[in-house]
Nanobody
């Protein structure tokens, strides 16, 4: 059974930083990632990474501001978010694949955690 447990969300001022963590277990694929969903919008992939720690891949709007990383020993994936903007406000979800994905594409992710809220104010 796949288990994805996020933590680290909260509130920040614009320009600030937050770090999200996700303990992942039970997945059988080769990719982990972070997605987000803002009110009234579709869920989108923010950053993905191979379970070997290589990759990673970023959504254009977070490139240079967010960093995804993996502690393979602890089965934990992190998302370091810096230079936060109000438009980063969303529910953030940890995600995993249960099958092989060639490029850790968003469409290949099939399990998500419960999510953690991130709110960025001006």
């Amino acid at each position: 059974q796949v288990h994805l447990g996020e933590s680290g969300g909260g509130s920040a001022q614009a320009g600030g930083s937050l770090r999200l963590s996700c303990e992942a277990s039970g997945y059988t694929g080769n990719c982990l990632g972070w997605f987000r969903q803002a009110p009234g919008k579709e869920r989108e992939a923010v950053a993905t990474i191979y379970t070997t720690g290589t990759g990673p891949f970023y959504e254009d709007s977070v490139l240079g501001r967010f960093t995804i990383s993996l502690d393979t020993g602890k089965n934990t994936v992190f998302l370091q978010m810096s230079s936060l903007k109000p438009e980063d406000t969303a529910m953030y979800f940890c995600a995993a694949t249960t099958r092989y994905s060639a490029y850790c594409s968003a469409r290949d992710f099939d399990h998500w955690g419960q999510g953690t809220q991130v709110t960025v104010s001006d």
